[in-house]
């Protein structure tokens, strides 16, 4: 500790690297800045490189189980995917705002998460991009980062509003929040591989490791105590729907910025949905399409 | 995809017409061509040649000035001929000569191609790439869809998901790469090469080589799974064997058998049909069989069994039918085949014509008595008994009282009748009693010649004649007051008080129903078996042999119990509600306009709809009293039976009337006082989502998941958790191996695993080379 290590490999770019992913099987890796290239780890140049249009890009993912895939996000608000073994991109979509990063569903080749910076994250099927699968709201500020458990059922989110979230993958609300006082805005998370723990830094240059189910116990559970727990955990299931056991499985305490965020933008979207159910009862019945949530976040594909 | 196809198809398309269009065109074009070009130059010769005639105009041609040794081709110039040079101008001199054909045709191919197009721009070229690429890509994602599918939908999850795959290499090739190194090791090898164990090469003992040359793996294969195939089949078969031996229902056994004897039978009559000798030998079977039954007395009621089903015959039923079923079996057992047979009725009607003296009727019961009648069958005790207890003495006076009571209108015939039939059966007692000592003799008919029951007959005569008389009359009575009276002789002492009061409501339920039902059968039955009505036994199976008759008639008296109900609850509806004031309509108009809607809505009365609906819902809202009385506690229960007035009245509890309803004064409103506001708090407001009936969601909520409810298995299953993950574990992203699909990036290995064929081939070689060795 304390001493300066030197590089084993270095590589000099004409351009500005600002992202890197590593190839889940073999010595690949990606990095992304004006363009998306593959290098090989034994080589200085580039296998291959790869561009759509002429924005930064601004962080690069390959996925885990087609590992030929890669998903990039740009900063004039698209995403791209390349197919490595083709040299060349697949598609792009463009969204409303820009995707800070991405993230491949371990167990579900073709689903990744944008987290973006509308506050949403947004879930797509990759052969049909023009409509998200689920739009997750929730964060009150723009979501940095994001990363799948490896289970592939749940997503942590850091977001700028100085929390992470926990969104289960088919819901469009988040199972947990976590925040501390000195916790600043988040900038990346982390699922570890054993799906437990999730770790987070963020700007106070804290890392932060986290319960992944926060009233789980820790440590070898014996048998009596395992049928305790999945018995609760069902019961808490069955009667999810009784208001008051709904209530005590969504309460959760917030700092109050976050609060007041929540409350002013639940007004801002009840005003504006108030809105458009009157102009869908005012005007000629058929001339007003009905949208849906996922409708008004479809962005144009290429 | 199918856009790169499109394309594809339609370049091969286009590929094909050309080639069909060259045959055609080619050569057809080319002389065309020829002739054309020929005949320009020809006019064009002309038409120079008369220029020249005029001298004005001509021009000189063009003179090459300077001098070279090599000429430039492409300072060929055609100045002065005013026109371009043609290709076939060159081609002219060698028009003649043949061997440059091949050249000129070479050119007028080359001629007649088309110009290739301009090429795609680069974005347009690159979209296509692209497009092609994504298409690719996603039909290679969609191999996916049915993993992802079933993880999605599965109950449970385990993670890591890989599961530990055995090893597949056989173990010859892990020893083939061990070898001997320390002292010992070494020794020991050498110990097992002198045994000839196959450590290394030959890997085969030379007994497995002899079975591997013996037999193929493939026919090894083969046969063992034969084996296995009917190792299986022959625990099945053991297996349902104890199975149905272990079954104790004894109704079970009676279906079998009877199934089995009726296949018998189907097999005798095909046999009688194919091989009459065959058949002759099985029906000396059947006839031991019979004889032997006859012998036995296995179903001749003298049995544990048949004594306690004779006691229980009484009150039960099914007891009854039971018996009878048993006596119609050994009635069927014990009488002879037809051929066999009719010599025997031959002599039983010289027997009757001896015994042509006794009446009818006699003959009849005794006839009875001995055959086709199988209550009669019965030996002596039961008889005896029954015959004791008739001739008690203190004969219950409640039976006759209660009859009379009954049918008080018909009171004299019915007292006839029964003084005739207790005086009948007294004589006949009294014949029995000797005769029992009779019925050892082979004959048992001969009793009445004896010259003791030579009086009885001749009562007996006269009585009958008295009862023809009177049978066609008092048919009806008799059957019911014979009914009436029988089981009530029957009763022991001890019961006597509470007998009758059973008795009674089920039997004067019975009577009213019946009667009607024995007018329309009685006088048929009488024609048809001739028998007096003193027989007592027959009479008392009657309801056995209808056992539709009592269980209709409570169902009869429950119909009109809800009619009644039904009745007292179509009311004619008078209320404050509807509109009463009728006014005088003078106006003949209006007065028609109203017939009008009257007759428009004459099918629906919506208020009187409504005050029936509020009547329901009022109704419905008063608090019910509960009746907390257990029929059959304390006291006799059963089929027709009530608790007695003063229990119920002890155990029904009143509910107080609650408060006065809201809309008690508002008669065009009902106010529903279902709801409880406290409980609507815990209360599912809204249908949850995969739910698409309440009916659903409250059937998942009412059921259990507990352990106090559940077997413990039931209990493990139901509380599986979803997802399961051991701490510490990775979970690695889903591989294409780890569900069986080939990746892109294949390992040798995952195509071993995925291609046991090719492996037994190679395995094979394995041993072949082996063997050889």
């Keep these: 500790f304390g001493e300066e290590e030197e590089p084993l490999h270095t590589i000099l770019g004409k351009t500005v690297y600002t992202g890197i992913d590593h190839h889940w099987k073999e010595a690949v890796f990606a990095t992304c800045g004006q363009q998306v290239d593959i290098w090989d780890e034994q080589r200085t140049n580039p296998i291959c490189s790869m561009t759509w249009g002429f924005d930064s890009i601004s962080s690069v993912k390959f996925n885990p189980i087609?590992?030929?895939?890669?998903?990039?996000?740009?900063?004039?608000?698209?995403?791209?995917?390349?197919?490595?073994?083709?040299?060349?991109?697949?598609?792009?979509?463009?969204?409303?705002?820009?995707?800070?990063?991405?993230?491949?569903?371990?167990?579900?080749?073709?689903?990744?998460?944008?987290?973006?910076?509308?506050y949403n994250l947004y879930t797509f099927d990759m052969r049909a991009l023009d409509t998200p699968v689920m739009v997750h709201m929730d964060h009150v500020s723009a979501v940095l980062d994001v990363d799948y458990s490896p289970t592939g059922k749940e997503f942590v989110s850091a977001s700028f509003d100085k929390s992470i979230r926990i969104f289960p993958v088919d819901k469009g609300r988040s199972r947990e929040v976590y925040h501390t006082k000195r916790m600043q805005h988040v900038i990346c998370v982390k699922w570890t591989p054993d799906s437990k723990y999730i770790m987070c830094g963020s700007d106070e240059m804290n890392i932060r490791l986290w319960k992944a189910n926060a009233s789980e116990k820790l440590g070898v559970l014996t048998s009596r105590e395992k049928a305790a727990k999945d018995y609760n955990q069902k019961l808490k299931e069955k009667f999810q729907h009784h208001p008051h056991t709904k209530r005590i499985a969504r309460h959760r305490h917030l700092p109050k910025s976050i609060y007041s965020q929540i409350q002013e933008q639940r007004i801002m979207r009840e005003a504006r949905r108030r809105k458009e159910v009157n102009r869908l009862k005012h005007s000629k019945p058929g001339s007003v399409p009905i949208v849906s949530e996922r409708e008004t976040h479809s962005g144009s594909v290429k | 995809m199918s856009a790169l196809r499109a394309e594809e198809s339609l370049l091969a398309l286009r590929q094909q017409e050309e080639l069909e269009d060259l045959p055609k065109e080619y050569p057809l074009s080319t002389s065309e061509d020829e002739g054309d070009s020929d005949g320009e130059r020809k006019h064009q010769k002309l038409l120079e040649a008369i220029s020249s005639l005029d001298g004005k105009n001509r021009r000189k041609l063009a003179e090459r000035s300077e001098a070279s040794l090599k000429v430039s081709e492409f300072n060929v110039s055609s100045e002065g001929s005013r026109e371009k040079l043609v290709l076939s101008d060159l081609l002219e001199p060698g028009k003649t000569s043949s061997s440059l054909a091949t050249v000129k045709k070479q050119l007028n191919r080359v001629k007649s191609k088309k110009t290739v197009e301009l090429p795609l721009n680069k974005e347009e070229v690159e979209r296509i790439h692209r497009e092609v690429a994504f298409n690719k890509t996603s039909q290679a994602l969609s191999k996916w869809d049915p993993i992802v599918l079933k993880n999605r939908q599965a109950e449970q999850l385990v993670f890591p998901l890989k599961k530990e795959q055995s090893a597949f290499a056989p173990i010859e090739h892990v020893l083939s790469g061990w070898k001997a190194r320390t002292p010992m090791e070494q020794e020991i090898f050498n110990l097992l090469h002198k045994n000839k164990q196959p450590v290394t090469d030959p890997l085969l003992t030379p007994v497995e080589k002899a079975s591997l040359r013996a037999m193929s793996l493939e026919e090894a294969k083969m046969r063992r799974a034969e084996l296995q195939r009917a190792r299986a089949l022959q625990s099945y078969y053991e297996a349902r064997a104890r199975r149905e031996k272990k079954i104790k229902s004894k109704k079970y056994h009676k279906v079998l058998k009877k199934g089995k004897a009726k296949k018998a039978l189907k097999e005798f009559e095909k046999l009688q049909k194919v091989s009459p000798s065959a058949a002759l030998e099985e029906l000396e079977k059947i006839e031991k069989a019979r004889m032997m039954e006859r012998m036995s007395l296995k179903h001749q009621n003298s049995g544990k069994w048949a004594k306690s089903k004779a006691i229980m015959a009484k009150y039960d039923l099914e007891a009854r039918q039971a018996l009878q079923e048993q006596l119609a079996r050994n009635k069927e057992l014990t009488q002879k085949l037809q051929a066999a047979s009719e010599s025997e009725e031959e002599e039983e009607g010289a027997e009757d014509e001896d015994e042509m003296l006794v009446p009818d009727a006699v003959n009849e019961v005794r006839m009875n008595a001995d055959g086709p009648n199988p209550w009669m069958l019965r030996n002596g005790p039961g008889e005896a008994e029954e015959l004791d207890i008739q001739k008690d003495p203190e004969q219950p006076p409640e039976p006759v009282a209660h009859e009379a009571s009954e049918s008080e209108g018909e009171e004299n015939p019915v007292a006839e009748e029964e003084m005739l039939l207790k005086e009948l059966e007294e004589r006949r007692s009294l014949r029995k009693k000797p005769g029992l000592n009779q019925d050892a003799k082979p004959v048992g008919r001969r009793e009445t010649k004896d010259s003791s029951s030579q009086e009885v007959l001749s009562e007996l005569r006269a009585l009958s004649q008295k009862l023809n008389k009177e049978n066609h009359r008092s048919t009806k009575q008799k059957v019911s007051s014979a009914r009436t009276v029988l089981p009530v002789q029957r009763e022991e002492a001890a019961d006597e008080e509470e007998e009758p009061m059973l008795l009674q409501r089920p039997e004067r339920a019975r009577t009213l129903d019946e009667l009607e039902e024995l007018g329309r059968e009685g006088c048929f039955q009488d024609k048809e078996r001739p028998r007096p009505a003193v027989n007592g036994q027959w009479l008392e199976r009657k309801p056995n042999n209808q056992p539709g008759a009592p269980k209709e008639k409570p169902k009869k008296e429950q119909m009109i119990d809800l009619q009644n109900l039904l009745s007292t609850k179509s009311p004619s509806v008078k209320s404050l509600a509807v509109p009463t004031t009728v006014e005088e309509w003078e106006d003949e108009e209006e007065k028609d306009q109203r017939q009008m809607i009257k007759e428009a809505f004459a099918g629906d009365d919506v208020i009187r709809d409504f005050l029936k609906e509020k009547?329901?819902?009022?109704?419905?809202?008063?608090?019910?009293?509960?009746?907390?009385?257990?029929?059959?506690?304390?006291?006799?229960?059963?089929?027709?039976?009530?608790?007695?007035?003063?229990?119920?009245?002890?155990?029904?509890?009143?509910?107080?009337?609650?408060?006065?309803?809201?809309?008690?004064?508002?008669?065009?409103?009902?106010?529903?006082?279902?709801?409880?506001?406290?409980?609507?708090?815990?209360?599912?407001?809204?249908?949850?989502?995969?739910?698409?009936?309440?009916?659903?969601?409250?059937?998942?909520?009412?059921?259990?998941?507990?352990?106090?409810?559940?077997?413990?298995?039931?209990?493990?299953?139901?509380?599986?958790?979803?997802?399961?993950?051991?701490?510490?574990?990775?979970?690695?992203?889903?591989?294409?191996?780890?569900?069986?699909?080939?990746?892109?990036?294949?390992?040798?290995?995952?195509?071993?695993?995925?291609?046991?064929?090719?492996?037994?081939?190679?395995?094979?070689?394995?041993?072949?080379?082996?063997?050889?060795?």
């Design chain 2, 615 to 773: 009547r329901e819902a009022v109704e419905a809202s008063k608090p019910k009293d509960v009746d907390l009385t257990l029929p059959g506690w304390g006291e006799w229960g059963g089929v027709g039976l009530m608790p007695s007035a003063k229990k119920r009245r002890r155990f029904l509890i009143k509910i107080p009337e609650g408060p006065p309803r809201k809309d008690k004064n508002l008669p065009n409103v009902i106010i529903n006082e279902k709801r409880n506001i406290h409980a609507a708090a815990h209360q599912v407001r809204v249908l949850p989502y995969p739910f698409t009936h309440h009916q659903q969601f409250e059937r998942t909520i009412q059921t259990p998941i507990g352990s106090t409810w559940n077997t413990q298995r039931a209990f493990q299953k139901l509380t599986t958790p979803k997802v399961v993950t051991k701490p510490g574990h990775i979970i690695k992203p889903i591989k294409a191996e780890d569900v069986g699909y080939r990746s892109s990036s294949r390992s040798d290995l995952s195509v071993v695993q995925r291609n046991p064929k090719r492996l037994s081939i190679r395995h094979k070689k394995q041993l072949k080379k082996n063997s050889v060795d």
């Design chain 1, 66 to 118: 087609e590992t030929f895939l890669l998903g990039s996000c740009a900063s004039d608000r698209n995403i791209v995917l390349y197919d490595m073994r083709q040299a060349t991109p697949l598609k792009k979509v463009i969204l409303d705002m820009r995707t800070n990063t991405i993230c491949w569903n371990p167990m579900e080749a073709f689903i990744f998460t944008a987290a973006n910076e509308d």
